[in-house]
């Protein structure tokens, strides 16, 4: 579990450090969840955690 937390700390810290990549990750998690609306097994709640994996992604890939 410690190694989760430790994880999750390095993301704040980056998403803090990083301008524009939060907002980048709001927008991108908000897109997630109303393209996954119509589809039952994935759901909205999936849909924006993936859409603010792949902002995250997209915005910290060349550091």
Known sequence: MAEF???IDEVRGTVKSTPGLGKSMAKWSALG???AIP???VGPI???IAGAAWAY?????NK
Request: aromatic share 6%; no cysteine.
């Open 5 to 7: 937390d430790r994880k």
């Open 33 to 35: 969840a109303v393209a």
């Open 39 to 41: 589809l039952p097994v």
């Open 46 to 48: 999936f849909g924006a």
């Open 57 to 61: 992604r997209k915005g910290t890939k």
